[in-house]
């Protein structure tokens, strides 16, 4: 019989069975014809694409769009209303080899456990609610909190902690799960610049290393600098290619409608300005694409 648990820190429901076996010849991620709908309102409409291993994708489009749905749907916390999701050839609800970080409001920073409890949490999946670490998932731990720059912060509060600590913490998590993938959402957003590079420069060691990287984010110049590939989305997938494709007036357009703005400067070509939300909501609140 296969139970499920979750908690505040914890959004993923953790498993107790076996994780399936993958095949990989299969994708590491792959939706068909997907749909969600909350009380008869779309929020994902027919949505299909494909990611192979280790690829590093930006999901980008307007608030509303569907990106954290789009995650949800991944991890197996939300279910379809049609359409089907394949994780390396099979559900996504038992695999352990997705590493979700979500965005930091919808944590419950309340929650009382330490920055080694947190990270330990990555490792429940693989060794079961009723098992007591050994000596192999400590060393998992403490390896994953060196490797996000964590290690220091292993006995304090989760609650405790500045935006960017809790955001290496679910990274190093996140590693501990022994993740092949990570998804991302808004992870920048709220942090301060040398947060922010602290971040970035271990989603590159990351990405280095053939983990692969799918991150919801609304910074443009960071989506067409630093990733391969961009899903444009806009409840349906608009586009999918790479940034030197897709980072156009007239494709952005397309996802963005009158959200897009062509500020005529030297320095940039495209600026987006979200009005239908606050800045504090947008995180940056305008980003600019050169």
């Given at each position: ?20 076996l993958h095949r990989h010849n299969a994708p590491t991620i792959e939706l ?83 920055v080694w409890d947190v990270v330990m949490m990555g490792r429940t999946a ?165």
């Amino acid at each position: 019989m296969r139970g499920a648990l979750s908690n505040p820190i914890n959004p993923m429901p953790i498993f107790f069975r076996r994780p399936p076996l993958h095949r990989h010849n299969a994708p590491t991620i792959e939706l068909d014809r997907v749909c969600v709908a909350y009380a008869d309102r779309p929020a994902l409409e027919d949505v299909s694409f494909q990611v192979r291993r280790g690829e590093r994708v930006a999901v980008v489009g307007p608030n509303g769009a569907g990106k954290s749905t789009l995650f949800n749907v991944i991890v197996g916390t939300v279910k379809p209303s049609s359409g089907k999701v394949s994780i390396y050839g099979s559900g996504p609800a038992e695999h352990t080899c997705i590493g979700y970080v979500p965005q930091r409001n919808k944590i419950d920073w309340r929650f009382p456990a330490t920055v080694w409890d947190v990270v330990m949490m990555g490792r429940t999946a693989r060794i079961g609610l009723l098992r007591r670490p050994g000596r192999a998932d400590r060393q998992m731990v403490e390896q994953a909190l060196v490797e996000a720059q964590a290690a220091d912060l292993a006995r304090r509060q989760i609650g405790e902690l500045s935006g960017g600590q809790q955001q290496r913490v679910f990274l190093a998590r996140a590693l501990a799960q022994e993740a092949e993938v990570l998804l991302l959402d808004e992870p920048l957003t709220g942090l301060d610049t040398p947060s922010q590079q602290a971040v970035l420069e271990i989603l590159e060691g990351l990405g280095s290393r053939g983990i692969g990287i799918l991150v919801a984010t609304h910074d443009l110049g960071q989506a067409a600098q630093m990733y391969d590939r961009i899903l444009l989305l806009n409840r349906r997938l608009i586009a999918d290619g790479p940034p030197s494709q897709l980072m156009t007036s007239q494709m952005l357009s397309r996802a963005y409608g009158s959200h897009l703005h062509i500020l005529p400067t030297p320095d940039a070509t495209v600026a987006l300005a979200d009005e239908c939300c606050s800045d504090e909501e947008m995180g940056e609140g305008m980003e600019l694409v050169g």
